[in-house]
C-alpha cells in the first residue's frame, strides 16, 4: 500500500494535498506590462515622436539611459504590488523620470541632425498637429468668382481680355437706309432720260424747259440723301426716346419692347481700362487723333481736317434690368457675340494739343500697352460706360424660358419709318438698342 500524500495549508486558510514547496521558481518580469507617463502634450517626452518631428531630446533631463535590467521579482508578493509600479521602465525608450516638468515655455530649437526631409510642420501648444498656419496659403490663389483673393491697385492699363461670354463691339453703331434697289433704278433711268431729253432740246431747240424740270426734281432729291446722311443718329435718337414703354407683365413671347429701369451686373462686370470705373454693364475706351492738312490718318478713310478713330475698344456682357413700371427683373442677353446697338455718350478724359507739352504719366503708361505712339499728335481719350445702378433703357424681344424673364436681340433690324416732317427716312438699326441718358453719371441709384 502506497504511502499517503500529505496535505498542507496555504496562507490563505485553504487546505491542499500534496508537499507544500519550499522555494518558487523565478518568473521572468512580461513584457506586454509597462508603465507611460503622462506627457501633456510636451514633444520632449513623447519618445520617437519627439525624433520624428526633428526635436533634440539630447539635452536637460531628457537624455537617454541605457535598457536597465528587470529586477528580480521575490517568491511571492501580494497581488497589491506588481511590475506595473512604474518605478522603473524596460525598453530602449526608458529613461529616470526628474523632477516634475512643466508644459509650458517655448520649445527647443531643431536639432541639425535631423533624418527627415522638407519643412517641419509647427507643433501647435494644444499637442495637435496640423497641416500648416492659415497663412501659408499662397494669396494669390482665385477663389471660385474667378477674382483674386486679395485685391491689388492696378499697377498697369493692359487690354482686358475676357471669354467669350463678354461680347467685343466694332468701332460704331451701323445705322442703314433701306431703299428698293428697283425704285433706285427706276429713279436713275429718269433721271439720265430727262438730262438726255433736256440737254437735246436746248441744244436744237433753244428751250432749256425739260432741262430745267430735270434739275428741279434732282436737287431737291440730292439734298434729302444728304440731309438723311447727316442727321440720321440724331433722328434715330428721336425715335428711340419718344417710343413708349411697355411693361414686362403683360408682355408675350416673342413681343418686341422697350423697358426703361435699374440696371445691375450679371455674373461678369465690366471695367473701364484709363479709370478703372468698376462694376459696369458696357465700357468703352476710344482714342481719336485729328488729321491736318499733311498728317497721318488714323485710318484709311480718315479725310483731311478732320478726327479719325485711332484706337477702339468696346465691351458689353449679360446684366439685369429693373422694370420701373411693373418691378419685373429680367435678363438682358447682350453677352455672348450678341448684336447690341449701345447709344452712350462718351467723354473726353484726356486731352492732347500742340501746346501740350508733357503728358500724363498714366496716359503714356495706357498708350505703351497697346503699342501706341504719342510723337507729337493731337489725340482725344473718350470712354462711355453704363455703371451699375444707371437707368437704361432697352429694345429688344421678350423671350420666356423655365419661368426666366429674358430679353434678347431682335432677328430683323428696327425701323424708325419715315418721318415726313422732319424729311428722314426709313433708319435701320440692328441689334439689341441700349440708350442711356447724358447726365447718368450723377443719377446713379446705389444697388
Known sequence: MSARTGSHQLSNGLMVSGRPEHQLKERQPTMGSRAVPYTGGDVKKSGELGKMYGIDLSGGDHHHHPPSVPPKLPSRQPSSSQHNSGSARSGPNSGQMGPKATNSGPMSKKSSSSSFSGPMTPIQ???????????????????????????????????????????????????GFRVSRVAMWVFLVVVVMGLVVGAFLMAAVKKPVILVAVVAVLVPAVLIFIWNYIYRKRGALGFLKKYPDAELRGAIDGQF???????????????TSFQKVTRCVYASSELYEYRGCGGKPAHP?????????????????????????????ALVKAGYGAKVAPFVKPTVVVDVTKDSKKLSPNFLRWLSDRSLSSDDRVMRLKEGYIKEGSTVSVMGVVRRHDNVLMIVPPTEPVSTGCR???????TYIEGLILTCDESQNSDVIPV
Not at 479725310?303 to 419685373?328: N, T
Open 125 to 175: 501648444p494644444t499637442g495637435l498637429i496640423t497641416s500648416g498656419p492659415l497663412g501659408s496659403v499662397s494669396s494669390n490663389r482665385r477663389s471660385g468668382s474667378g477674382q483674386l483673393d486679395a485685391p491689388s491697385a492696378p499697377t498697369s492699363f493692359n487690354k482686358a481680355v475676357y471669354g467669350s461670354a463678354v461680347t467685343s463691339l466694332g468701332d460704331g453703331v451701323k445705322l
Open 257 to 271: 419692347v422697350k423697358v426703361t429701369g435699374v440696371v445691375t451686373c450679371g455674373s461678369i462686370p465690366l471695367e
Open 301 to 329: 478713310k480718315q479725310r483731311f481736317f478732320s478726327w479719325g478713330c485711332r484706337y477702339s475698344e468696346k465691351h458689353v456682357a449679360d446684366f439685369y434690368i429693373s422694370d420701373f413700371q411693373s418691378g419685373l427683373r
Open 420 to 426: 415726313w416732317p422732319c424729311c428722314l427716312l426709313p
